[in-house]
């Protein structure tokens, strides 16, 4: 959600009203952990989504892997004009930083979750090949990495908070993707905002670039049910759409924001119940959701987000969250940030990780 949310004041206040108030519950941190499932395909655990989060999820969270494993993944944004890839960069000042560096430095081994942010006046451009300069330099940066990256090009094409139009949209992404495709590492994904309504309530897979440019298919978990200002029915068919193409499916932002008066009352066991339990549920019921990227944020502490007043998603600002988060994060099946991780992301990519030349420039 870096980089571009952005919803009118007037709707986020009468969202904001919709119900009446709940009264908050107050579980406290000796609660059970909730019970693990017995999923057995693994999966990749990835947090950010800046420097500042992954660095409070590694003390705080998992307490430098003494509470429960590190995570083997980090996620953070840039553009075409490389913000963060060359030197940290905050989205708006005085807000965490998006920081390449850092993540280079802070552990080993780290897969690295890139958001590409593109805006709608970009795409012709791309296509048009004005880009290509900067999108070389990208691809070497990301290159030099010499790890699996994960790189959603113009992320949420399909929503309506960035207003793409499909045709444009596959132009540009497919630039892009061929220029990645000269580093067998570089693992494309073709990420669906996966909720209602779609931009110009365009089917989904009108966006679709075709099967040679996607690797991954990622998805965005905010939104539980109908009660807000989107609804997710469509992340059902996203789904569907990735079991039939065979493509492993990356849940590439996801964060427990409240957006109604009810929601933002819950607190302990209720908090856990109304937004982590499904989101857990659809983890361990899908085995093609292969990677998983959990925002760790405190939502209205940035001047990007404030207004919006989505809340303070940090897992280890609610005591009970915490403990349940921590069991979770130490089920089996989740990769450990060991030898062979970048191995088993390059197995689930399957052929996708297989190095393909650019192909000659066709809109």
């Known amino acids: ?97 998006q920081d390449l ?49 994960f790189l959603r090009i113009g992320y949420e094409f399909d929503g309506p908070h960035n207003r793409y139009p499909p045709e444009i949209f596959i132009q540009a992404y497919r630039v892009i993707a061929r220029a990645m495709r000269a580093n067998r590492d570089i693992l494309l994904v073709w ?33 539980v049910g109908n009660e807000g200002y989107h609804r997710a029915p469509n992340r059902d068919q996203v789904l569907e759409f990735a079991r039939a193409k065979a493509k492993p499916v990356l849940i590439a932002e996801a964060s427990a924001i409240r957006y109604t008066r009810r929601q933002k009352t819950l607190t302990g066991q209720a908090y856990w119940d109304y937004w982590y339990a499904p989101f857990f549920a659809l983890i361990e019921s899908h085995p093609e959701i292969k990677a998983v990227s959990i925002i760790n944020v405190d939502w209205d502490s940035q001047n990007q987000h404030r207004e919006l007043e989505w809340g303070d998603c940090r897992l280890n600002s609610d005591p009970v969250v915490l403990k349940h988060w921590r069991a979770r994060a130490a089920a089996p099946y989740w990769l450990k940030a060991d030898g062979s991780l970048y191995d088993s992301i390059r197995t689930f990519s399957g052929q996708a990780t297989q190095t393909k030349p650019p192909a000659q420039r066709q809109n």
């Open 101 to 149: 560096d850092y993540l280079k430095l802070v552990q080993e081994p780290l897969v690295i979750q890139i958001g590409l942010w593109l805006s709608r006046d970009q795409l012709r451009p791309i296509a048009a090949g004005d880009y290509d300069v900067k999108i070389q330099r990208l691809h070497q940066a990301l290159a030099e990495l010499k790890r699996p990256v």
């Open 1 to 97: 959600m870096n980089l571009r949310h952005r919803v009118p004041l007037l709707l986020a206040a009468w969202l904001g009203a919709v119900g009446a108030p709940a009264p908050a519950h107050a579980d406290n941190a000796n609660s059970a952990p909730a019970a693990i499932s017995v999923r057995r395909e693994p999966a990749l655990l990835i947090a950010g989504q800046s420097r500042e989060e992954f660095r409070d999820y590694l003390n705080h969270v998992v307490e430098k892997g003494a509470a429960a494993p590190r995570p083997g993944g980090a996620a953070f944004y840039t553009s075409l004009d490389s913000n963060g890839v060359f030197s940290p960069h905050a989205n708006a000042p005085g807000d965490n930083h």
């Open 191 to 223: 990420h669906s905002y996966a909720m209602l309504p779609t931009y110009q309530e365009s089917a989904v897979a009108d966006w679709y670039p075709g099967d040679d440019y996607v690797d991954w298919i990622g998805i965005s978990f905010f939104q």
